[in-house]
């Protein structure tokens, strides 16, 4: 058995681990490119939103590579994800592909997580549910630790002494991970990355933008869909808070756990004034984490979609109204396929100088009143 | 001697530059189509500005704007390199200093700005329909057979409304088909296409916008009568089309350029005869990672003066100039 899963931002890197800590012939995807986006675009139903479609390129890559066995989230209640999986492998089997497809559904039970850790059963062919639960956590564990790293990057790279510091070390960083096998390799990589990180040089003083980033996970997450947006951000000087990641997408479902914490019930909080439901995808975590940013004093929101997402369309409808009602800008970027990025540069420069005028009034206004 | 800066705005459809003396005076302006060769356009309008200016004049400083303005910025060397959006603000505020709303049509796309108190304060952009925008009206313009310079003045001749559906291009070509076949006016046809517009606009950029008075409407499709008077019954208030409403972007980063020069004290332009410089360009596929970025050299004169189109900086970042050292 060879497994696979698509890509979404550095998630695979836990993934990676999971599988190979139980000893499964793991075949990582190539990094989402062009090609991937034209195999998908091309198998996949029109009117699908985009990540549905990378990850039908990622598979027919991965399946290029060897693979036979697919990985996906699915399940009810999230949004049309639940169905991907079984459509996808109806794909993939038109094509005539021999493949088997292992969907995921959410953990939000003792009873799910058992049904996961049957999966990774099947998958690894061990009975030793010792070791299955111990790779689990480590993927788990895994998946944090990475975030951390990322969110680190993120601080560093706004204020770099160094142009083009952070970008580099980051490349070496995703080189060593892809050559690393397993998790205590993949946490030494972490912890050694981490110090060079921690060695560059940094303004400290240097007066930032701070932004927070919302939306549809995938689009926040993998940077091919969003244009590097967040790496583009930081190289402006500005620091960026991602409010959706893969652990904290994972923490709200295990939180029933008493020792993991989520931020789940601070964003339902903040959004309940205008949205007190699920309503699929993250369109409450993005209602909820505007206000959260707008309370932090961020300068500012970008919002981010994939074109037809219902979810974050009803969202972008009242992000209108926090707009208004707790004066924080929102920039919206609908995202599909489109690889110009002319357009998308243009709006976000605009964006920042709108920022930064902003910032400035409001010191200006404050010196006034103080003198 | 004279001393002027200088504001290119290369757009998808029109390159645009103006020049502007110290105290902000617009001395020349010039608009010419890019029509898919923004190089090209570049170096004749660059030509043509300079057999219009005297021998002696000095240029203090270039901003560029538009979608071109990176390529323009290393073709010319710029001082400053900003958004349309924000070179339009900054026009606008120059020539109307209370100005709450710039209403902006170019060739490919459209524009919203807020400002209050003098600082932009909002923006939306079209997004993925070049509905309402100046292409669109170039096209229907050359299939009516009316030179796009009159379009405005005959929809103002227009004595009955005729409604023609604005939302898509494609909706709106064959409702205006279907209209010429029953028999209607062409002018009342015309003005029913720009009243579509505005309602296009305001429905789409315009929803759920403070549009406050004053209204400033510039970009290319300003110059049409018809459209701006479309505006005004649609919004109920004046709208101010500026002297200069067609090169806006340009002014703007003229603007730019002064202060930023004014800063540095010194300017990055390489000088009007650039004009005369060989431009090429080349491309490759980048083969060091899966995203295989479309990789652009561009040379002045056969020598390298800058890469850019990589996604991790391997190609855009690297100093040419070293570069050059180590291949001597």
Known sequence: MK????????????????????????????????????????????????????????????????????????????????????????????????????????????REIEHFLEKLNFVSG?????????????????????????????????REINKGEVDRLYSNFKRDINNGKGYRRTMEIIGQYKKKLLNLEIDNNKEVLRVGIVGEIYTVLEPFINHYLIERLGNMGVEVHRSVTSS??????????????????????????????????????????????????????????????????????????????????????????????????????????????RREKKSYEKSISWS | MKKVYLGVDVGSVSTNIVVMDSNKNILDNLYIRTKGKPIEA???????????????????????????????????????????????????????????????????????????????YDFAMNTVCAAGTGSFLDRQAE????????????????????????????????????????????????????????????????????IKPPVIFQGGVAANIGIKKAFERLLGHEIIVPRFAGVMGAIGSCLLAREEVRKTGKTKFLGLDIADSNFNVKSFECENCSNMCEVVKFYRDEKLAARWGDKCGRWSNVQIAKDDEKLA
């Not at chain 1, 089997?93 to 003792?110: A, F, Q, R, T, Y």
């Not at chain 2, 002696?56 to 901003?63: A, E, M, W």
């Not at chain 2, 303005?69 to 200093?97: F, Q, W, Y």
């Not at chain 2, 929809?155 to 205006?176: H, N, P, T, W, Y």
């Open chain 1, 3 to 110: 497994i696979t899963f698509p890509h979404m931002g550095n998630t695979y890197i836990a993934l990676k681990v999971v599988f190979e800590e139980l000893g499964v012939e793991v075949i990582v995807p190539p990094k989402c490119n062009k090609n991937t986006l034209e195999l998908g675009t091309l198998y996949s139903p029109e009117l699908m939103c985009i990540p549905f479609k990378i990850t039908v390129g990622n598979y027919l890559e991965s399946i290029k590579k060897g693979a036979d066995t697919m990985f996906m989230w699915g399940g009810r209640d999230v949004c049309r994800i639940g169905y991907y999986n079984t459509l996808q492998r109806d794909i993939l089997e038109n094509l005539g592909h021999d493949i088997k497809m292992l969907c995921v559904k959410p953990m939000k039970s003792i």
């Open chain 2, 42 to 120: 570049l170096k004749i309008g660059l030509r043509q500005t300079r057999n219009k200016l005297d021998k002696d004049t000095k240029v203090l400083g270039l901003g560029t704007t538009g979608s071109g303005r990176h390529l323009a910025s290393t073709m010319l060397g710029a001082d400053i390199v900003k958004n349309e959006i924000t070179a339009h603000g900054v026009a606008a505020l120059n020539t109307v200093p209370d100005v709450n709303t710039i209403i902006e049509i170019g060739g490919q796309d459209s524009k919203i700005i807020l400002l209050r108190d003098g600082i932009v």
């Open chain 2, 143 to 210: 299939r009516l057979g009316i030179p796009i310079q009159e379009f405005g003045n005959l929809a103002l001749k227009s004595k009955s409304q005729v409604r023609i559906a604005g939302r898509c291009a494609v909706f709106a070509e064959s409702d205006m088909i279907h209209k010429q076949q029953l028999g209607h006016n062409q002018e009342d046809i015309i003005n029913g296409l720009c009243e579509a517009m505005a309602r296009n606009y305001l429905n789409n950029l315009g929803k759920g916008k403070d």
């Open chain 1, 126 to 158: 061990t009975k030793n549910y010792l070791k299955i639960l111990k790779s689990f956590i480590q993927g788990l564990k895994t998946l944090c630790r990475i975030d951390e790293f990322d969110d680190l990057v993120i601080k560093i790279r706004a």
């Open chain 1, 248 to 357: 904290e997408f994972i923490r709200e479902q295990l939180d029933f756990i008493p020792f993991i914490k989520s931020n789940k019930h601070d964003i339902h909080r903040a959004s309940e004034p205008y949205l007190d439901t699920e309503i699929g995808g993250h369109a409450r975590h993005t209602v909820g984490n505007t206000v959260i940013y707008s309370e932090k004093n961020f300068d500012g929101v970008i919002h981010l979609l994939p074109f037809t997402c219902m979810p974050e369309i009803v969202a972008q409808s009242i992000l209108t109204v926090i707009e208004k009602e707790k004066d924080i800008p929102i920039l919206k970027l609908v995202l599909d396929e489109m690889t110009g990025e002319t357009g998308y540069l243009t709006r976000i420069e605009a964006f920042l100088d709108l920022l930064i005028s």
